[in-house]
């Protein structure tokens, strides 16, 4: 054994994170020392080993990967977040069985809403089981920083919009589609939309309701489900884009579920069906979320607030203030098209027991639960 003091000797090593470190004590390192701490029942530990885990080549890749089929989502989603931009061959087939990946169209269109580009995509998604052949798809949104709110040359702007500010956000999984009745009541056991289909849309729901129902589904997975804030939801539906829509300039009814009686900018009149429709009915941006304008308007977590003055910057849900209303964004079927825009905001009491009408639905988050810096890898 060395003679040099500063050496951790064997006696000194701990188990980190399951024991407290005594004074001088060393953690045990290299790869031993990561399936220690792999080995800890806090979730936090297991995490920050993962971590530790890429100095050691392919021996901490190996770790990694074997961290993609752990018990804990957390987990999983941390080592997923850690591999997830590597081209290693060996990696890729093991991403495929734990998050598969879906294609898709992404559609532009010019000032009058004729299609002027398509292009192919792709998103990883989880599939969570709520039972009786009912899934929810939970989409993977990287995350980024962006800007959010209206600018002042946007068309029929708000001032509830203003002013424009950039937001960071960490990585998240968003609802692949608003929630449907199926999903709804697969988790609450009835519900109380106007229009009904599986596949349409829920609607008719309070703020309260949706909460409720992110509590139960919580309770069901072991995950924490959410509502997205509102500026994981912009972010979202914008996926990448500035403009009004993640369309382009404009939408038509043949890509949004809106009142075509009501159009924006150069482009036509269209459609007004008056009602919701199947879920998935039109193309997607190019985080792969579908129906982000039109067909419901969305809950969002945060309280109300006339602007975005003194409005977070990390993504953060904004829960300061009296207000006791909620905020609800992307438009509904019976919306014009101005109001389903990407910046568009709308409120209306949380706690409301009245009939809500068909037009009010929600999608739910699963935040990435690694550590903030972690969630650019």
Not at 28 to 44: C, F, M, Q, T, Y
Not at 73 to 90: F, G, I, N
Not at 146 to 154: D, R
Not at 313 to 321: F, M, N, R
Request: proline share 6%.
């Amino acid at each position: 054994m060395s003679d040099n003091q500063n050496q951790p000797r064997e006696y000194d090593a701990v188990r980190g994170g399951q024991n407290s470190i005594p004074v001088n004590a060393a953690v045990l390192g290299g790869i031993p020392g990561v399936k220690s701490r792999l080995a800890s029942p806090i979730v936090e530990v297991r995490i920050a080993a993962l971590s530790e885990a890429l100095k050691y080549g392919e021996a901490g890749l190996d770790v990694i990967m074997q961290a993609l089929r752990e018990e804990s989502m957390q987990v999983k989603l941390a080592a997923y977040s850690l591999l997830k931009d590597r081209d290693d061959l060996k990696i890729k087939p093991q991403f495929q069985d734990y998050l598969p990946t879906f294609e898709f169209d992404v559609i532009t269109v010019d000032a009058e809403g004729k299609e002027n580009s398509r292009r192919k995509y792709a998103a990883h998604y989880f599939p969570e089981d709520l039972g009786n052949g009912v899934v929810l798809e939970m989409v993977y949104i990287p995350g980024g920083t962006f800007m959010m709110g209206s600018p002042e040359t946007e068309r029929d702007r708000k001032d509830k919009e203003s002013p424009q500010h950039q937001v960071t956000l960490p990585a998240f999984y968003a609802g692949k589609y608003p929630l449907t009745q199926a999903q709804y009541q697969a988790v609450m056991g009835n519900h109380q939309s106007g229009f009904r289909g599986e596949k349409l849309p829920v609607e008719n729901v309070s703020w309260n309701q949706a909460v409720e129902f992110c509590r139960k589904l919580s309770e069901k997975t072991g995950k924490i489900y959410r509502l997205l804030s509102e500026a994981e939801w912009e972010y979202a539906c914008r996926a990448g884009t500035i403009t009004p829509f993640y369309f382009g300039e404009t939408i038509t009814t043949d890509l949004v579920n809106y009142n075509g009686y009501q159009p924006y900018g150069a482009a036509p009149e269209g459609l007004v069906r008056r009602q919701t429709i199947d879920v998935g009915s039109f193309g997607p941006n190019a985080f792969g979320l579908y129906d982000m304008h039109g067909q419901v308007s969305e809950w969002c977590s945060d309280k109300v607030h006339i602007n975005y003055d003194g409005a977070p910057i990390d993504g953060s849900s904004w829960e300061t203030g009296t207000s006791s209303g909620g905020v609800l964004r992307g438009g509904s079927w019976r919306s014009g098209a101005v109001n389903c825009r990407a910046a568009f905001r709308s409120f209306f009491p949380r706690r409301y027991s009245g009939f809500l009408g068909p037009c009010r639905g929600f999608r739910v988050a699963v935040a990435l639960a690694v550590p903030f810096s972690l969630s650019y890898l």
